[in-house]
């Protein structure tokens, strides 16, 4: 059975300072880790797709990392609008094109 | 110009009666889902599609039926609601050989059991 575990719960940072989010996974078989945010009242947004360790991705000012074990979203710099919940997901061979998720973080950016 | 698109956003029922979710698809996905989200328990999936007709379970499919006689529509149906069905939930869909995206997610409806 996948499992997915993320931390913290719950992040707050002043603006500008700069943290990182884990994901925590067990899979038979990665065939992606996933990230996504999600706003309050509203459906998670796809930000990232990572298939093998060592691969990074960047976008503004977020960037994941993935390692045969785990995966870290670095947040450089973070702003208010970055405030939002960070979810993990991972697709495996066993559950075909079914996701599992993790708790996911909730950041919160204080000016 | 959404995806996927969920109704109602918000609904209150009382406890014992029938109650229905839609979820309808633009993107000519063969594969939709069902997630409920709950503080502490992150997204938990309830059913999900794997073509018109073909449905199979979750890991929390109890007191839950779903139906796909379209490719666009997935109806999620709680049978007899319960206070702890109390919840959003989010329906989702993924087109075949693993979007590179994973999946594309509606808005949500929020449901309240009293």
């Known amino acids: 059975e996948d499992q997915v575990t993320q931390s913290p719960e719950a992040l707050r940072l002043q603006e500008g300072e700069s943290s990182s989010l884990n994901c925590s996974y067990t899979v038979s078989g990665l065939r992606g880790l996933f990230w996504y945010r999600q706003d309050p009242g509203k459906g998670p947004e796809f930000l990232f797709t990572l298939y093998s360790a060592g691969e990074e991705k960047e976008k503004e000012r977020l960037k994941a990392t993935l390692t045969k074990k785990e995966s870290f979203l670095h947040i450089t710099a973070p702003k208010p609008e970055d405030s939002a919940t960070y979810l993990c997901a991972v697709r495996s061979e066993a559950a075909g094109n079914k996701l599992t998720f993790g708790g996911g973080t909730r950041v919160l950016v204080k000016p | ?114």
């Open chain 2, 1 to 114: 110009d959404a995806g996927i698109t969920q109704s109602p956003r918000h609904k209150v029922t009382e406890t014992g009666t029938p109650v229905t979710l839609r979820c309808h698809q633009t993107e000519n996905h063969r594969y939709m889902y069902w997630y409920r989200q709950d503080p502490g328990h992150g997204l938990r999936l309830i059913h999900y599609s794997y073509g018109v007709k073909d449905t199979d379970k979750g890991e929390v499919s109890d007191g839950y039926s779903v139906s796909r006689s379209k490719t666009e529509d997935f109806l999620l149906t709680l049978e007899s609601a319960t206070s702890s069905q109390t919840s959003v939930y989010f329906c989702a869909s993924s087109g075949t050989g693993g979007s590179v995206y994973g999946y594309t997610f509606g808005s949500g409806t929020r449901l309240t059991v009293v």
